[in-house]
């Protein structure tokens, strides 16, 4: 049974850094490329971060990049979501969710992410 | 970036009639391979999404034959036939044609 768990999230003060994990299991992660997507309270998908396979094509939003950083550890079937300067605006709920060509089959449970002083 | 248009906001359904839900895109999705990268999710209270069409009008493993999907290069439906009280939740379209990845704003549906 294909699995993501996530973890790492909680409250941080704003301009502070957090780093979310994914946790795969039940298919062969290193096959696989995967995203981040949130969903801020209340409002719809927004994708944030993807990253292939090998580690060799990485993207981002524009609302998140130079300051967020996707990364991938296969031999540990871990995914990351590495937070800095952290907004308000950042506030969400975060998936990671695997991608394939045939769409995001499979999601986390989702981690929370609350930027607040 | 391409933007996903949804329609409508939305949608009250009596148990057993038909639903269905449009999506339009900026831009056409229909890659040079033939292949169209629309894809429709739901999300039911407090779950994650689930993916329910990829690539326009292919059933997503596990998901009830209800469901259907159609479309052209830029505007697409999503169909729910005998609509049942488990298919509450909101219906989101998104595409994977190129980065930024984007999705829909989203359509609620509710049973009457």
């Known amino acids: 049974e294909v699995q993501l768990v996530e973890s790492g999230g909680g409250l941080v003060q704003p301009g502070r850094s957090l780093k979310l994990s994914c946790l795969a299991s039940?298919?062969?992660?290193?096959?696989?490329?995967m995203n981040w997507i949130r969903q801020a309270p209340g409002k719809g998908l927004e994708w944030v971060a993807s990253?292939?396979?090998?580690?060799?094509?990485?993207y981002y939003a524009d609302t998140v990049k130079g300051r967020f950083t996707i990364s991938r550890d296969n031999a540990k079937n871990t995914l990351y979501l590495q937070m800095t300067s952290l907004r308000s605006e950042d506030t969400a709920l975060y998936y990671c969710?695997?991608?394939?060509?045939?769409?995001?089959?499979?999601w986390g449970q989702g981690v929370m992410v609350t930027v607040s002083s | 970036d391409i933007v996903m248009t949804q329609a409508p906001l939305s949608v009250s359904v009596t148990p057993g009639e038909s639903a269905s839900i449009s999506c339009r895109s900026s831009?056409?999705?229909?890659?040079?391979?033939?292949?169209?990268?629309v894809y429709w999710y739901l999300q039911k209270p407090g779950k994650s999404p689930q993916l329910l069409i990829y690539?326009?009008?292919n059933l997503a493993s596990g998901v009830p034959d209800r469901f259907s999907g159609s479309g052209s290069e830029t505007d697409f439906t999503l169909k729910i036939s005998r609509v049942e009280a488990e298919d509450v939740g909101i219906y989101y379209c998104?595409?994977?044609?190129?980065?930024?990845?984007?999705f829909g704003s989203g359509t609620k549906l509710e049973i009457k």
């Open positions: 969710a695997r991608l394939t060509t045939e769409g995001m089959r499979y």
């Open positions: 039940g298919f062969t992660f290193s096959n696989y490329g």
């Open positions: 990253i292939s396979s090998s580690s060799s094509y990485i």
């Open positions: 831009k056409s999705l229909l890659h040079s391979n033939g292949i169209t990268y």
């Open positions: 690539r326009m009008s």
């Open positions: 998104g595409q994977l044609l190129e980065n930024p990845l984007t």
